[in-house]
């Protein structure tokens, strides 16, 4: 009587579907990020290309500032001419988490490409402008619209690559916009000089469209993209088994989300105003041949202020560093750029310029990693507080650039209530930012938040 060899079968895998019928809870897929490779960093490269041709050639709204306050636009009042930049800031940052939902179901390979033509194409239709409204449709509204399916998307791509790199790989990218601040206030009034304004703009275009051609080509994701099957799979699931959890929702409801949304806000009332105004100070100052770089030198600083905080964040916490960020940005403003405007120097512009270009990159790249640490890693919630926290931001931008022009159109040619307005919003935001450090993680000042 023979017995049958004993068989050695391969352990079975458990499909959602399986676990299902079995009234076992459903396991999510594992998604294991390479962390590195060749792809990964192909990918970063491809996102600062991303960055440099949406968020940095917004950076550069001070040049356009002058050059139609000076020439093309000279019957625009301050104020209106602000709601161009104050548009791109807004649609950018109030569209970016819809676009990166865009990414996640559809993939970046199929959202990437229509927005990169968007914004070619607006920037080749502002050099046919010459008229406010077309500019405000050309530059305020299509390119904002286009920046917001490139900027914030390029960093949800690139990070899907990484788990313990994140951090850098975030850095690098979001260093794209602050050198396309650099660039971009160098070589468009040279090119103005030489070509004229529509010639200097479609060459732009041209260096953008071959620079985006190419981050298509780099960037990918290391998933397949979730599809609308895969969505109303979920759907219909969640519609027949309902799972109780907690809504995202009730965090809004939290003390220190509350505080820290209303500090982004205030910040974001005065952070672009050097931005925006400081090359019409300089040039006013009898500066004029400087003006111009007075933006690619705030984006220097900015560079290097998008990575020393967040590595400095590491060491004593997001919010204790976000809250220093802050509150400097608006001691800065009315500390050093007030005093320039009854003594101005050129080293006083270069210093100021370095300093709040530094403070400034330091609250764009910490905003993310203090909204993640209010959601305590809760995936239901980090999706929505960051909806919030970019609506915030939106929001501010709005209403803070217009605020600041309606105020400089009653002065003239001065700047010192608008620099008063733009310095003590800062300082409230940084206080509210306090508050909300204070709400949550208590009084003592030498703990890690």
């Known amino acids: 009587m023979s017995e049958e060899a004993p068989k050695h079968e391969a352990p079975s895998v458990i499909s959602p579907i399986e676990n299902e019928e079995k009234g076992l809870a459903p396991k999510p897929l594992e998604r294991v990020p390479p962390n590195g490779g060749a792809k990964a960093w192909a990918c970063v490269a491809g996102s600062f290309l991303l960055q440099f041709c949406s968020f940095g050639y917004v950076n ?31 649609l950018l940052f109030m569209f970016g988490p819809a676009v990166g939902k865009m990414i996640d179901v ?11 033509i968007g914004a070619v194409f607006s920037v080749c239709m502002l050099s046919l402008c010459t008229k406010y409204w077309q500019v405000m449709l050309a530059q305020g509204v299509a390119f904002g619209l286009a920046a917001a399916g490139l900027s914030l998307p390029a960093m949800a791509t690139a990070t899907q690559w990484f788990s313990t790199k994140k951090g850098l790989a975030v850095g690098i990218v979001s260093a794209g916009s602050s050198l396309g601040g650099v660039i971009y206030p160098c070589m468009l009034p040279r090119l103005i000089e030489q070509v004229g304004f529509a010639s200097a703009v479609r060459w732009t275009a041209l260096m953008q469209g071959i620079l985006l051609f190419i981050a298509n080509l780099l960037c990918s994701s290391p998933y397949p993209p979730l599809g609308r099957a895969s969505k109303e799979a979920s759907a219909e699931k969640d519609a027949t088994e309902p799972t109780p959890r907690r809504s995202g929702l009730r965090g809004f409801k939290s003390l220190p989300w509350g505080f820290f949304v209303l500090g982004c806000f205030f910040t974001m009332w005065g952070l672009f105003a050097p931005l925006n105004y400081l090359p019409e100070m300089a040039a006013l100052h009898g500066y004029q041949s400087f003006a111009r770089y007075t933006l690619a030198i705030a984006n220097a600083g900015s560079l290097v202020g998008r990575i020393v905080p967040g590595w400095v964040s590491d060491i004593i916490g997001q919010f204790n560093t976000m809250c220093i960020v802050t509150s400097l940005s608006g001691v800065l403003v009315l500390a050093f750029w007030l005093p320039l405007e009854f003594h101005t120097s050129l080293a006083g512009i270069i210093v100021f310029a370095l300093l709040f270009g530094f403070v400034s990159g330091g609250f764009v790249s910490l905003g993310p990693p203090c909204v993640v640490s ?76």
């Open 60 to 90: 550069a709204c001070g040049i356009f500032q002058l050059y139609y306050q000076e020439t093309m636009l000279k019957d625009q009042t301050s104020s209106a001419l602000a709601w161009i930049t104050t548009l791109q800031i807004f």
């Open 106 to 116: 559809y993939g970046c390979r199929r959202t990437l490409p229509p927005f990169s």
């Open 374 to 449: 209010l959601a305590e890693d809760r995936v239901d919630e980090i999706g929505v507080k960051l909806g919030g926290f970019c609506l915030a931001i939106a929001l501010g931008a709005l209403t803070g650039l217009p605020i600041e022009g309606a105020i400089k159109d009653r002065e003239g040619n001065k700047f010192t209530g608008l620099m008063c307005f733009a310095g003590a919003t800062m300082i409230l935001g940084g206080v509210c930012t306090g508050t909300a450090r204070v709400f949550k993680g208590g009084p003592r000042l030498m703990k890690k938040v």
